[in-house]
């Protein structure tokens, strides 16, 4: 077998997630190839500033649970880890950035319709109301005014209108304690008639979205606008040409959503998996042969297409968000900005996997933890696209596909 530097990768990174994955520890004096400094260019997440949450259109005082002021131990941090450190590299690399690093690393699937593991964001905060955008804001720079107009920017967009097109998929457990599953919510305008509406599981506490009150990992969810333009898009002022208006979308996440704002849509099951039916049954079975079952027994959903075409529209199950007036209590939304690139450093070394695990504490999705590893160990990847294993196989998509869970 002729070796080369992506096998000594890959095997490195085995050697980093099998405890983790719960095979054992390595055996002794098995190589552990050495990290590749001069790829370490891309630096690691770190909380924005005060003035770049307002110049944003968020009042940073309205953000609950905000990394660098709480949350500094307890979910997602566990034992001796803290999900923030103080670290005066951040506005040095940034000047829009505050001092304070982020280590909690929440992964999740991609739902562009390929299901990879490979989203990797940083929870900030949480957003419980629309009292958090601010309806007026000026800031001189320079020759430049900064301002926010009765909550719409510069562009006449609206930071809540961005945030709807950003959607992060939020599983929460079902099953309560008393092991009796709850088919709805407990938000009376969330529930669906599908189901009863009691036994039902909480939503009044940013709380209830900590990863230790999930039955899988989340779902991030970026491409809601048609980049051809085909959803109406129409920017020009000439009601001639807009006869509707101007229609300034579609958006891009990475263009438009600056704070990395993401709208919370929580997705259940209306059909206990121990009990699921005719018609629910079969599409369960189905579903966790190919996916696996989350921690309540229901399938794991990685795509639009099975919560929506398999799930829903066989009356399986619902989605529903939370009341932006701030009634429910829950969080509606969060400032987790997800990593545009986490290859190259951006995933540090003393940086932490947020993800579900199983009551044995090995991850639910095993692909998720070696990319994490290889990422933070390798800085790639594991099998970047484009390269070839030590038999000169071709590589696959950066291992983002089948999570092994089948």
Not at 46 to 69: A, L
Not at 147 to 154: C, E, V
Request: proline share 8%; hydrophobic share 35%.
């Amino acid at each position: 077998m002729m070796e080369n530097r992506h096998t000594r990768l890959w095997l490195g990174v085995l050697t980093l997630a099998l405890p983790l994955l719960g095979f054992g520890a390595p055996a002794a004096g098995q190589e552990r190839p050495v990290f590749d400094a001069e790829r370490n260019f891309n630096p690691p997440p770190c909380d924005y500033s005060d003035t770049f949450y307002r110049d944003n259109g968020v009042e940073p005082t309205q953000v609950t649970g905000r990394f660098g002021d709480a949350r500094r131990t307890g979910p997602p941090a566990s034992g001796n880890q803290v999900n923030w450190v103080t670290d005066q590299s951040c506005s040095l690399n940034d000047p829009q950035r505050r001092n304070v690093r982020i280590l909690a690393t929440t992964g999740g699937f991609s739902d562009d319709g390929t299901a990879t593991p490979a989203d990797f964001i940083s929870i900030l905060g949480f957003l419980t109301s629309a009292r958090a955008f601010e309806p007026n804001y000026t800031r001189q720079v320079g020759q430049q005014t900064i301002s926010i107009k009765q909550g719409t920017n510069p562009r006449g967009i609206a930071t809540l209108r961005v945030l709807a097109n950003f959607e992060a998929y939020a599983a929460l457990k079902q099953r309560l304690p008393d092991g009796s599953f709850a088919a709805n919510p407990c938000a009376a305008h969330m529930a669906t008639p599908l189901a009863p509406a009691t036994p039902c599981f909480a939503v009044n506490s940013v709380d209830t979205v900590f990863t230790p009150n999930l039955r899988q990992d989340w779902r991030f969810d970026t491409n809601h606008n048609a980049i051809d333009g085909s959803d109406g898009n129409c920017i020009n002022t000439d009601p001639a040409l807009c006869p509707g208006g101007i229609n300034n979308s579609p958006f891009g996440y990475f263009c438009d959503d600056l704070l990395g704002i993401w709208l919370i849509d929580y997705f259940w099951f209306t059909a206990d998996p121990a009990n699921p039916g005719s018609v629910c049954g079969p599409i369960y079975r189905s579903l966790i042969r190919k996916n696996g079952a989350s921690l309540d027994g229901t399938p794991i959903i990685k795509t639009a297409d099975e919560l929506q075409n398999l799930i829903e529209a066989n009356g399986c199950g619902a989605e529903g968000k939370l009341s932006v007036d701030g009634s429910d209590g829950g969080a509606v939304g969060f400032i987790c900005p997800a990593i545009p690139d986490p290859r190259n450093g951006a995933i540090a070394k003393d940086a932490f996997l947020d993800q579900v695990r199983l009551p044995d504490g090995s991850p639910q999705n095993r692909q998720l933890t070696v990319n994490f590893l290889s990422l933070q160990r390798f800085g790639v990847f594991p099998f970047e696209k484009g390269e070839r294993d030590g038999d000169g196989n071709q590589g696959d998509d950066g291992g983002q596909g089948d999570d092994g869970d089948k």
